[in-house]
C-alpha cells in the first residue's frame, strides 16, 4: 500500500504572514464589495427616486433641533384658539385675464318672449349671468409684398438723353434674398431654443400648413442671423466681464462635423453669467473644442473678480480671479450618502451629520435672501462662519472609509474647503453656484429635443442666440416681440448703438417688456 504524500511543512511564523495576507486581501475585496454596492445605489438613486434634495423633516433639525423648532417671538396660543378653520383663497384668474382683450356676446331674448308668463306684463333686463372662456385664433400666415415704387420724369425721358430715376426708400431686409420676415424668423427661432421644437418638427408643422419650409432653409436663416447678431453677442461679452461677481458652468455638446475629429467626440458648452448683484442680468454661452483650463482661461482672460463654480479644478488655474466654492454640490454628496445609508442607522449616520450641516448654512441664507450684502457679510460672520468652521473641524476628524459615500463626500469637502470659505469675502456672494446651473438648464432641455449641432457653424451659432434669448428672459422681455423688433431695427443699426439693442440695456421700447 502506497502511503500518501506528505504535505509541506510550514512554520507558524509563516502561517501567521499567509494568514495576515488573507486577511488584508479579504478587507480589500470588502472595500472594493462596499464601494461598488455604494456607486450601484447610487446609479440606481439617480435612474429611478425623485430628483428633489429636499430633506426629510425629522432629520433636518436632528443635531440642532432647540434652534430649529423655537420661536422667540411667537405668541402663546389662546385656550379657544380654533386651528381647523380654513380661509378660502382669492382667485387670481380674473385678474389674469383683465390682462387680455375681451370680445362680449350678449344673449337676449327677443322681443316678442320678452313677455311675463304669469301676469303678460312686460319684461325689463335685470342683468344678466357672465361666464369666461379663453379663445384661441390660429397664427394667420400671409405674404407681404415690399414694393419700391420707381419715379421718373417724361420731360426728360422724350427731350434729354438720360432720364434720372429716382426710387422710394423701403426697409432693409434683414436676410437679403430670402423670404424670412423679421416675424418668421423670430418665430423659427423661438420655437427652436425656447420652445426646443427642432427644426424637422417644425418643418413638418409647416407642411401641415401646406407651406413648404425645409429644415435646410431654416437650418441656413438660423446660422445667417446668428453670425449676423455676432456684434451683439461680443458687446454682451464685453458687459460681462465688466462685473465683479460671476458664476460658471459647463455641459456637453455634441457637433457631428467638427474638422479633424470624430463626430462622437465631444465639445463643450462654456455658461457664464452675471451674480445677484446686476441690475440687467447677463447670460453668454460660449462654444468650445473641449473642458479644458485654456477654455475659461482665454474667455475671461485678465479678468478678476469673484467667480462661482463647482469644484472642477479648470476654474482654480485662473490667476487673477477669485474661485468661489459651491455649498450645494457638498449637500448634494451628502445628501447621496444619506438616500442610500441602511433606513435604521440612517438618522445617526456620518451622512445625517455633514447633511445637517449644511442645511443649517442654507437656512440662515434663506433668512438673509432680502438682507442689503454689507449686512448679509457681517451676518455671515457672526452666524454662519462658526457653523462652517465647525463643519470643517468634524469633517477633518470624521474617520469615514475613503471609498464609501460619506468618505467621498468628506473628501470632497475637504478638497474644496478653501473654495467654500471664500463665500464670507463679501455680501454680494452666494452659497451655491444654483444660478449658473438653472441658466444652463434650457440648453440642456434643448439639447435632450436635437441631439447635437451639425456643424461648427450651428454650434456657434446656437451659442449666439442662447445667449440673447436667455438674457433677453432674465430681463423680462418678451421673446417674439423682442426678436421680431431687433431684426427690424438691425439693418439700419450703426455699431455705435448696438448696445442699445442688447436685451440687457435696460433702454428698449417698454411694448417689449411682459407686464407684471
Not at 379657544?80 to 389674469?96: F, L, P, Q
Not at 318672449?113 to 372662456?133: I, Q, T
Not at 463647482?310 to 454628496?333: F, P, S, W
Request: charged share 25%; glycine share 2%; hydrophobic share 35%.
Amino acid at each position: 500500500m502506497e502511503t500518501a504524500a506528505k504535505r509541506p511543512v510550514i512554520t507558524l511564523e509563516e502561517a501567521q504572514m499567509r494568514i495576515a495576507d488573507l486577511e488584508a486581501e479579504n478587507a480589500t475585496l470588502r472595500s472594493l464589495a462596499e464601494q461598488l454596492l455604494t456607486e450601484k445605489k447610487l446609479a440606481y438613486k439617480k435612474m429611478f427616486a425623485p430628483s428633489s434634495e429636499a430633506s426629510d423633516t425629522d432629520q433636518l433639525p436632528l443635531f440642532n433641533e432647540a434652534e430649529s423648532l423655537a420661536e422667540p417671538t411667537a405668541a402663546e396660543p389662546e385656550v379657544e384658539e380654533i386651528t381647523y378653520r380654513r380661509r378660502k383663497t382669492v382667485g387670481k384668474r380674473a385678474a389674469d385675464l383683465s390682462k387680455l382683450e375681451h370680445v362680449r356676446i350678449d344673449y337676449e331674448l327677443p322681443e316678442e318672449k320678452r313677455v311675463c308668463p304669469k301676469c303678460s306684463g312686460p319684461l325689463h333686463d335685470m342683468g344678466s349671468d357672465v361666464r369666461f372662456e379663453l379663445t384661441i385664433v390660429p397664427a394667420k400666415i400671409y405674404v407681404t409684398e415690399h414694393a419700391a415704387h420707381k419715379y421718373a420724369c417724361r420731360h426728360c425721358d422724350t427731350c434729354d438723353i438720360t432720364t434720372p430715376v429716382i426710387k422710394a426708400t423701403s426697409p432693409q431686409a434683414f436676410l437679403p434674398k430670402t423670404i424670412a420676415s423679421p416675424t418668421l424668423l423670430a418665430h423659427i427661432i423661438e420655437s427652436k431654443y425656447v420652445l426646443s421644437v427642432p427644426l424637422y418638427r417644425q418643418e413638418a408643422d409647416w407642411k401641415s400648413k401646406d407651406i413648404e419650409l425645409s429644415r435646410t432653409n431654416m437650418a441656413n436663416w438660423i446660422i445667417a442671423a446668428a453670425t449676423k447678431l455676432q456684434p451683439l453677442y461680443e458687446q454682451m461679452k464685453a458687459d460681462l466681464r465688466g462685473h465683479e461677481v460671476l458664476h460658471a458652468d459647463e455641459t456637453v455638446m455634441q457637433v457631428l462635423k467638427e474638422p479633424d475629429k470624430k463626430p462622437t467626440t465631444k465639445s463643450y458648452i462654456w455658461l457664464y453669467r452675471t451674480g445677484s448683484d446686476a441690475t440687467h442680468p447677463l447670460i453668454i454661452y460660449d462654444w468650445r473644442k473641449s473642458r479644458a483650463a485654456p477654455c475659461v482661461q482665454d474667455f475671461l482672460a485678465d479678468w478678476s473678480g469673484y467667480l462661482h463654480t463647482d469644484g472642477y479644478e479648470a476654474y482654480h488655474k485662473l490667476q487673477e480671479a477669485t474661485v468661489v466654492g459651491c455649498m450645494a454640490h457638498v449637500r448634494r454628496k451628502f445628501n447621496d450618502a444619506y438616500e442610500i445609508a441602511p433606513k435604521d442607522s440612517r438618522i445617526n449616520s456620518l451622512a445625517a451629520r455633514g447633511l445637517d450641516f449644511c442645511n443649517r448654512l442654507f437656512a440662515l441664507e434663506r433668512q438673509w435672501a432680502d438682507t442689503e450684502p454689507d449686512q448679509r457679510y457681517q451676518l455671515r460672520l457672526e452666524a454662519s462662519l462658526p457653523i462652517f468652521e465647525e463643519f470643517i473641524s468634524w469633517a477633518k476628524s470624521a474617520g469615514a472609509l475613503p471609498k464609501s459615500a460619506p468618505g467621498r463626500a468628506i473628501r470632497y469637502t475637504l478638497s474644496q474647503e478653501s473654495y467654500l470659505k471664500n463665500v464670507y469675502l463679501d455680501g454680494r456672494l452666494e452659497l451655491s453656484n444654483n444660478r449658473a446651473e438653472r441658466s444652463i438648464k434650457p440648453f440642456v432641455i434643448g439639447r435632450k429635443n436635437w441631439l447635437f449641432a451639425n456643424s461648427v457653424r450651428g454650434a456657434i451659432a446656437s451659442a449666439t442666440l442662447y445667449s440673447i434669448i436667455e438674457t433677453a428672459k432674465e430681463n423680462n422681455l418678451k421673446i417674439f416681440e423682442y426678436l421680431t423688433w431687433l431684426f427690424e431695427q438691425f439693418p439700419d443699426t450703426s455699431p455705435e448703438r448696438y448696445i442699445d439693442l442688447c436685451p440687457h440695456s435696460g433702454s428698449l421700447p417698454e411694448t417689449l417688456y411682459i407686464t407684471q
